[in-house]
């Protein structure tokens, strides 16, 4: 098989770059390990930037979570017993977030991909990219049905999250990793309750950290900081109700409980890989770059990242240049060591344990008080969690049309 980009996994990054690349005219062909079911049922992220929201709908993908996803003017942060709303559309003249989940994105982008009759590959698995310092690389797989396949291309987009073997490809000597491993992790439970408040509350508490979320007025998703190694067995439902409702229920007010139909844990690291690129392939998303979950960030930079990256590949084709392409790293590592401050800055000020000394506690609390009731404080969160603006010198005006 020939195509000009081969793309290897269909993730946001992935099914969001073949989309970009469509809608150029350029063709590409998605190679994905998992079935088009696990993908599409997979629960992970749920706050969509509003850079992130204008994109899908410029480019037509929109419509479902317009309808069904929900927008936010703010968060409010919980702390010593009392709630602060950060108001980003006061602070950030305007700007919102959407609880839209990442599945629902998913579903969308791939039947946008299958209705215009683009390719994915599910149910891969073998997967080898070779000659990628060449101007002709390919990608060695072995098909659903045991055969071996291998596709010509004139670039490779690595979107296959951290795991993945596009970041394994790039030389040792040529990349520098630079991680934090956090010692806590996350435990998420879907639920069905009534709605707990009409914004997401971000809640530290001496016992740890807790989140509240929501996906529809009857489905709500929580999370509860917990020991990274800790197992999901367990935890009883009874035994998260009662560590959720120690953390988060205020004078007066109870957290609504109901059935828990969906539970794991995830740990937490911040990761950066830099270079995002070599030869021929371009690391994108996960696959370079992980974020802990608390800044909301992880899908919203995989999707900057492809913005970067469909602009460079564009570019190449139509003016034969890769001014935007040799920049690539560069112009992505920008934004993602913003998002690599700001979620590590969130991750710090919210989560507590053991270890830490009274000193660090006090900073804590103290950092929350500055940034609930300094205006300036605020506004820099805001800028933050809506997210920073989008790269788009090849696209400011079609996507404002389409
Ligand atoms: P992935 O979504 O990981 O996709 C990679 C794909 O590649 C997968 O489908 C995988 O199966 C496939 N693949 C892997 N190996 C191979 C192979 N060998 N061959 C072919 N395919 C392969 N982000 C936000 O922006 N907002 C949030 O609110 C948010 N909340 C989160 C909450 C939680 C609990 C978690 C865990 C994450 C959250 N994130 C959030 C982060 C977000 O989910 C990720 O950053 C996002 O999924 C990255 O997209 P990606 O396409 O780069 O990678
Ligand atoms: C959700 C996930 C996050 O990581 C976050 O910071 C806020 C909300 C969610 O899944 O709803």
Redesign the pocket.
């Known amino acids: 098989m020939r195509t000009q980009v081969g793309i290897i996994g269909a993730g946001p990054a992935g099914l969001m770059l073949s989309h970009l690349l469509h809608l150029q005219g350029i063709e590409s062909i998605i190679i994905e390990s998992r079935s088009r079911q696990e993908i599409e049922g997979t629960i992970r ?3 969509l930037e509003q850079g992130t929201v204008d994109l899908l709908n410029a480019t037509g993908v929109g419509e479902r979570m317009m309808r069904e996803g929900h927008v936010h003017e703010g968060i409010e942060l919980q702390f010593n017993g009392n709630r602060h709303r950060i108001d980003f559309a006061e602070l950030t003249g305007g700007k919102q977030i959407m ?1 839209y ?1 990442q599945h629902e994105v998913i579903k969308d982008l791939v039947a946008a991909r299958l209705k215009a009759n683009g390719t994915i590959f599910f149910n891969v698995s073998d997967v080898k990219l070779v000659n990628i310092e060449s101007a002709q690389p390919t990608i060695e797989y072995t098909n659903e049905f045991g055969e071996p396949q291998v596709i010509e291309c004139d670039f490779i987009a690595g979107c296959d999250g951290f795991h993945g073997p596009s970041r394994q490809s790039i030389p040792k000597s040529k990349r520098v990793e630079k991680q934090q491993i956090y010692p806590f992790g996350w435990l ?1 439970i879907i639920a069905e309750t009534p709605q707990v408040n009409p914004e ?1 509350i971000y809640a530290h508490h001496e016992r740890g950290f807790a ?1 509240l ?2 996906r529809t007025p009857s489905i709500q ?1 929580h ?1 509860l900081q917990v020991d990274p190694k800790d197992d999901i067995t367990n935890w009883s439902d009874d035994r998260i109700w009662s560590e959720l409702h120690a953390r988060v229920d205020l004078e007066g007010w109870t957290l609504p409980q109901g059935p828990i139909i969906q539970k794991n844990i995830v740990s937490m690291r911040s990761f950066v890989c830099e270079t995002m690129q070599y030869g021929r392939l371009y690391l994108a998303g996960d696959a370079a770059h992980i974020v802990p ?4 960030k992880g899908l919203n930079l995989a999707v900057a990242d492809i913005l970067v990256l469909s602009q460079g590949i564009r570019e190449f084709y139509e003016q034969g240049n890769q001014n935007i392409l040799q920049k690539y790293s560069e112009t992505c590592l920008k934004r993602i060591w913003r998002a690599q401050r700001f979620s590590w800055w969130m991750t710090t000020i919210l989560h507590t344990n053991q270890n830490h000394s009274p000193f660090e506690y006090g900073i804590q609390l103290t950092e929350l008080d500055n940034v609930t009731s300094s205006p300036n404080a605020a506004a820099n969160l805001a800028e933050n969690y809506i997210g920073l603006p989008f790269e788009l010198p090849l696209y400011k005006h079609e996507l404002s049309q389409k």
């Not at 979950?293 to 909301?296: D, E, L, S, V």
């Open positions: 992220a749920g706050v609880v989940p998420g997401l989140l979320s929501t998703r999370y979950p608390t800044g909301a």
